[in-house]
């Protein structure tokens, strides 16, 4: 049968990228909070999603000021994650908002993390309204479904190793 993994047992599939003064506070019953380390903005050129193998948009990494604040404007913003997180070969993870953002007019979205997935994520930031967010905030919660056996394929993706291992996804 099926499982959700603890906070506690989650902990030990992530690494901070960056001492950003994590503590225990990350640590939920049923998940594990993760960070923003850094903002990029689309491009305002159109994107083309074709069947075949398509390009990611451009971006632009917005610095944050120098109290470490970003001030979002309303609209889409890529976020990487402060975490590397290694999702085991017999789970899956998906990833929550946290509830004060969600409060507040903010969402963040992203797509599964399949069985064996490891790396740096990126993800989705919407702000429905102006957002001023610290670095290393709390943006979202990490949930991981354990399964009883091992999944036949593991992620090997574009995305695998992203982030602070040097591989952008492209």
Excluded: W
Excluded at 7 to 14: A, L, R, T
Excluded at 112 to 139: K, N, T
């Amino acid at each position: 049968m099926p499982q959700i993994l603890s906070g506690d047992e989650i902990s030990s599939f992530i690494k901070q990228v960056e001492d950003a003064n994590s503590s225990d506070e990350q640590i939920q019953p049923a998940g594990y909070d993760v960070t923003l380390s850094k903002v990029y903005a689309h491009s305002k050129t159109k994107y083309t999603l074709g069947i075949r193998k398509t390009e990611n948009s451009k971006l632009e990494e917005l610095a944050p000021d120098k109290e470490g604040y970003f001030d979002l404007d309303s609209g889409v913003y890529l976020v990487v994650l402060n975490e590397i997180t290694t999702i085991p070969n017999d789970a899956i993870g998906l990833l929550l908002p946290r509830s004060t953002l969600l409060r507040n007019g903010i969402d963040v979205r992203t797509a599964l993390f399949d069985p064996g997935y490891s790396g740096q994520p990126s993800v989705m930031l919407v702000c429905h309204r102006p957002l001023r967010i610290e670095r290393f905030s709390r943006i979202g919660q990490l949930v991981i479904l354990k399964s009883d056996k091992e999944f036949s394929k593991q992620y090997k993706g574009r995305y695998q190793g992203e982030g602070a291992a040097g591989n952008n996804g492209s």
